[in-house]
């Protein structure tokens, strides 16, 4: 049992390029969440989903795009990037949301786009 | 919505010495409450978790905290420190259903 698992781990772009962040959870979860962590900044939520088929938008979505086609797989695609996406992404899975689910967090993605 | 309140972003103490990492909350529906910890260059991991009843949770590896309803806090503490404990530390609250909002974490360093 892999929990979840993130690939790429460190990443370089160059402004403008694309690229695509995976994530593949073993445990069967509904829930699956994409967090940015910048310095002082704790985590912020970019876009979860709660099923295949079904994303919605987290609190900083701007300049991402997800797809959840099957219930392993969330990846996070960043289109165009910018010095500003320069961050540690995390993705994240739990059951259900709400109440004491435990979010259980990938090992991070460190981007730097210069 | 809610919000979450870490109130120190660094604490330097020596190894076997007591700490306490603060947390305030602000939120206006009951929440849930977590610490998180997050070991250099690993993903979050959850320390322990206040639900209901008592106050007071502990964790496997001896770090409590003590959910005070008035003061709107959830105080992590620890009576005394290893240096493996060195991590960042998050604070996070969640309504009944609803998202996981994480405070700005504290960076807890051990020095021997």
């Known amino acids: 049992n892999a929990g979840v698992t993130q690939t790429p781990k460190f990443r370089i772009l160059k402004i403008g390029q694309s690229m695509t962040l995976q994530c593949t959870q073993d445990m069967n979860h509904n829930y699956m969440y994409w967090y940015r962590q910048d310095p002082g900044m704790g985590l912020k939520l970019i876009y979860y989903s709660v099923g295949a088929g079904i994303t919605d938008k987290g609190e900083v979505p701007n300049g991402y795009n997800v797809s959840r086609s099957t219930t392993e797989d969330f990846p996070l695609r960043l289109e165009l990037a910018a010095p500003s996406q320069t961050s540690v992404y995390f993705c994240?899975?739990?059951?259900?949301?709400?109440?004491?689910?435990?979010?259980?967090f990938g090992p991070g993605t460190r981007l730097t786009v210069l | 919505a809610q919000s979450v309140t870490q109130l120190d972003s660094q604490v330097p103490v020596f190894e076997e010495a007591p700490v306490e990492l603060r947390c305030n909350y602000s939120s206006s529906v009951s929440v849930y409450l977590f610490w998180y910890v997050q070991y250099p260059n690993q993903g979050l991991q959850l320390l322990l978790k206040y639900l209901s009843g008592s106050t007071l949770v502990e964790s496997i590896n001896g770090f409590e905290a003590e959910f005070n309803k008035s003061q709107t806090s959830f105080h992590l503490r620890k009576p005394s420190v290893h240096i493996s404990d060195t991590a960042e530390y998050f604070c996070?609250?969640?309504?009944?259903?609803?998202?996981?909002?994480f405070g700005q974490g504290t960076i807890l360093t051990v020095h021997p």
């Open positions: 994240a899975s739990s059951y259900y949301q709400g109440g004491d689910n435990e979010q259980f």
């Open positions: 996070a609250v969640r309504p009944s259903y609803g998202k996981l909002t």
